[in-house]
């Protein structure tokens, strides 16, 4: 009896684990929860390995932390009120999205385009010293034109050349511009967008193989023709190459990451920080994160991200609207594959493209627009098929916290 007992209470335990994977509610709360959680272990590395950064230029070992934590509290605002935008009003504005998203990218080409590190992808607002990264917007903008205008070409035509022929179009000019600032890092997440929206609009594959060929041939292209681009390539790849020269960044980076073993040498204690990593709080901050919380540090945000692609792909497997599945898959495809080139940039699996870890990095465009586009993503979440239902059914915040205190306060009336 014992036996069947621990069984029947194991299946119990089962079932509700299934009901509660299988809730019209999972999608939403885990991408909420992975993102936010993203955000605030960003903060928290933002502040530890950028203070050094901060005195160094004459200011507060706050400066930079105070600047994120404010583009934190922007695009927290931001990403809920995109979570309760009708996706109605997001496809009627799709086009005039990306329009937008190109004209403010193609001012990276005039005097108010703004270099550094070799690439021209920021513009700066006249009268401030404000700078904006335009390429970070256009990414939202074009995977919600794509999720809208091949659903839209797929409802009227059968032919491919037709309805891929106004998306690849638009989607070749935003890569340009973006190319045309020299910025080849971003323009291949680009390319990884538009891979994620055709692959789950079930293109033949012949066309996938083509493009991805074309494409491939052109990063490779724009590769040979840059000493720049050629040098990181080498300082990855060339077992030769010298650490105090060109493979100085990466080694340092492997260095940091090595060397925090299982659990880390301590929030706040990194070495890698006192101006010997370049970019510790930008590009390398996950060499900070291994550095400072260990193997373990790093693990959690290797699973974040991975809770974050769960949850998209659950909108894209369940939402019945072609327009989401497109659309999500193409923010999925951005958000994971750039971690993925991050992580495998301070890893030296790839060479340094110069993208930052989504939500963790120091960086103000780029958080607002992650945050954009996980709002939107939510907003999806939101109507899933049962999804209304089901968060019309659950008690408010404000009832649940009320209904606690009230349980809290007659528990110690009891005891008095």
Not at 66 to 83: D, E, H, K, P
Not at 330 to 335: E, N, Q, S, V
Not at 368 to 379: E, F, R
């Amino acid at each position: 009896m014992g036996v069947r007992s621990t069984s029947g209470a194991d299946a119990t335990r089962s079932g509700r684990w299934l009901g509660v994977w299988n809730s019209a509610t999972t999608s939403y709360y885990l991408l909420l929860i992975s993102s936010i959680s993203l955000v605030i272990l960003g903060l928290i590395m933002v502040l530890s390995a950028s203070s050094v950064e901060s005195l160094n230029s004459g200011g507060s070992a706050y400066g930079i932390f105070q600047r994120q934590a404010m583009f934190a509290v922007l695009g927290g605002v931001i990403m809920v009120i995109a979570a309760r935008v009708p996706t109605t009003w997001v496809k009627k504005n799709a086009a005039l999205g990306l329009v937008l998203g190109i004209a403010m990218q193609s001012l990276v080409l005039t005097p108010l385009g703004v270099s550094r590190l070799g690439n021209t992808n920021w513009i700066q607002i006249p009268g401030t010293t404000v700078t904006l990264q335009p390429s970070e917007f256009m990414k939202v903008a074009l995977c919600v034109f794509l999720g809208t205008a091949i659903s839209r070409k797929l409802m009227t035509s059968k032919e491919w050349i037709h309805v891929l022929l106004p998306s690849l179009t638009m989607s070749a000019f935003a890569v340009g511009f973006v190319i045309l600032g020299n910025d080849l890092g971003t323009a291949m997440v680009y390319i990884l967008m538009i891979a994620g929206a055709l692959l789950v609009a079930n293109i033949p594959m012949k066309w996938f193989a083509s493009a991805g060929v074309i494409a491939a041939i052109v990063v490779a292209i724009l590769a040979l023709v840059s000493d720049n681009r050629m040098g990181r390539i080498m300082a990855t790849y060339d077992s030769q190459c010298d650490s105090s020269d060109l493979c100085y960044q990466v080694t340092r980076g492997l260095e940091a990451l090595g060397s925090g073993g299982l659990t880390g040498v301590g929030l706040g204690a990194s070495s890698e920080k006192w101006a010997y990593l370049p970019e510790a709080q930008n590009d390398f901050i996950f060499a900070i994160i291994g550095e400072e919380l260990g193997f373990l540090g790093a693990l959690l945000v290797i699973v974040l991200f991975a809770a974050l692609g769960i949850g998209m792909m659950r909108v894209v497997i369940r939402h019945e609207d072609p327009m989401v599945k497109i659309s999500t898959a193409a923010i999925a495809a951005w958000i994971l594959g750039q971690a993925i080139f991050n992580i495998g940039v301070v890893t030296r699996i790839f060479p340094v493209i110069g993208v930052p870890l989504p939500f963790v990095s120091a960086g103000g465009s780029a958080l607002i627009a992650t945050m954009l586009a996980i709002g939107l993503v939510l907003g999806f979440a939101r109507t899933e098929p049962g999804a209304h239902d089901a968060f019309a059914r659950k008690p408010s915040v404000v009832r649940k916290t009320a209904a606690i205190v009230a349980r809290s306060t007659r528990s110690i009336s009891r005891r008095s």
